[in-house]
């Protein structure tokens, strides 16, 4: 496991502004809060990058790369900030699992959002890992445009330790 990430402060303001995006989506798509958010900015974004859950999102890339994970999906892929948010995502998926994840993330694109998504992945040092009761939720941004995807999930089950 790498060393605990600090907050990334170079990038406070779009930790901040993606912070918003998530809680807000999420919100919308599911009509309840993931997290409290009546707070500043700077404190919400340092509250969810700590969170004792896994937040991670993606953009609209073709290929959507990540570009948000808090400390505990850093710890889970084993990355660091900066390696995480230049990863596609299809890459935290074994090759043999990347066709049914691209089906799914378009059905949550349809839907709007999934809850109880299970699906194997795997770290960048090789350890495996089932996701399990993830919910994964369309990002839209202030004007209702699509905007990347989602996921939060706390259970995971290890597989190959």
């Known amino acids: 496991m790498p060393p605990p990430e600090k907050f990334p402060t170079q990038h406070s303001g779009f930790m901040a502004r993606q912070t918003r995006l998530i809680l807000s989506s999420y919100r919308h798509s599911k009509g309840k809060s993931l997290w409290p ?5 700077e404190i919400l974004a340092k509250e969810i990058f ?3 859950f896994v937040l991670a999102s993606a953009g609209t890339e073709n290929d959507p790369v990540l570009n948000y994970g808090n400390q505990k999906a850093l710890e889970l892929w084993e990355m660091d900030w900066d390696t995480f948010t230049r990863t596609p995502g299809q890459n935290t998926a074994e090759p043999a699992e990347r066709d049914e994840r691209a089906r ?3 059905t949550v ?13 795997i770290s960048s040092k090789g350890k495996r890992f089932e996701i399990l009761k993830a ?5 839209r941004d ?3 445009r699509h905007a990347g995807q989602a996921v939060t999930f706390t259970n995971i089950r290890l597989l190959n330790q």
């Open 50 to 52: 700590f969170a004792p």
């Open 142 to 144: 202030e004007k209702g």
């Open 109 to 121: 694109k349809k839907q709007g959002y999934v809850d109880d998504y299970r699906g194997i992945r």
């Open 104 to 106: 799914f993330l378009e």
């Open 135 to 139: 919910t994964v939720w369309n990002l």
């Open 37 to 41: 958010e009546d707070k500043p900015d």
